[in-house]
């Protein structure tokens, strides 16, 4: 089956400055990577997903990147702000079910 | 429209027990996903259900049933809950075959003890 890694499990970063995690995928098949934004305490939240036949992404100051070739997709977050500060897990559709990565603790620092 | 709807919020089971968590949704979602959260592990799916009258086991079913009553309602079952089940279980759902995003229910905290 799919298998989903996750890279960093936590990110420190100062106000304004940009963020980057990293994930890599193992089923080629895979068609559709979305990712999600968690608060404490609540229901994960799509924020932006990239389907296999684009590369990039972008939705304001959010941005996937997706390399088939190296199975490897990226979300990029510029000018962060204290309100960025969440869980952020990236995902592969795999046969129709989502396989989820273990998810990266982004803290944003005034 | 309140999308995808989880009861109960929070539950406190002693070994043994059972209980049933529900899982409605009002956007006409074909496919449901039941998945369980532990700190670390991301989100591992249990069961779904692709449309209505169909189930299948996720990555992490053992323990655990499904029933897909009707379109709307996707109830997890829990026949002899043991401490590993103790977990955030969220409910979610696929509008059609052509949209791949999934809507999460608020979710529900299960302890077992």
């Known amino acids: 089956g799919e298998n989903v890694e996750q890279h960093p499990s936590t990110l420190s970063v100062q106000e304004g400055d940009s963020a980057v995690i990293k994930c890599t995928y193992s089923?080629?098949?895979?068609?559709?990577f979305p990712w999600y934004k968690q608060e404490l305490g609540k229901r994960p939240q799509l924020i932006i997903d990239i389907r296999s036949n684009v590369g990039e992404k972008k939705d304001q100051r959010i941005a996937v990147t997706l390399n088939k070739t190296a199975k490897h997709f990226s979300l990029h977050i510029t000018e962060t702000q204290p309100e960025d500060s969440a869980v952020y897990f990236c995902?592969?559709?795999?046969?129709?079910?989502?396989?989820f990565g273990a998810g990266t603790q982004v803290v944003v620092t005034p | 429209n309140a999308g995808v709807t989880q009861t109960p919020k929070f539950q406190v089971l002693k070994t043994g027990q059972s209980m049933t968590l529900q899982c409605a949704q009002d956007m006409n979602h074909n496919s449901m996903y039941w998945y369980r959260q532990d700190p670390g592990m991301g989100l591992r799916l249990i069961y779904y259900s692709a449309s209505e009258g169909t189930t299948d086991k996720g990555e992490v079913p053992n323990g655990y049933n499904v029933s897909r009553l009707n379109k709307r309602e996707f109830s997890l079952r829990l026949e002899s809950a043991a401490p590993s089940q103790t977990s955030v279980y969220f409910c979610?759902?696929?509008?059609?075959?052509?949209?791949?995003?999934?809507?999460f229910g608020p979710g529900t905290r299960l302890t077992v003890t």
């Open positions: 089923d080629s098949a895979s068609n559709y």
């Open positions: 979610a759902g696929t509008p059609s075959l052509s949209s791949y995003e999934q809507y």
């Open positions: 995902a592969a559709l795999s046969w129709g079910k989502l396989q």
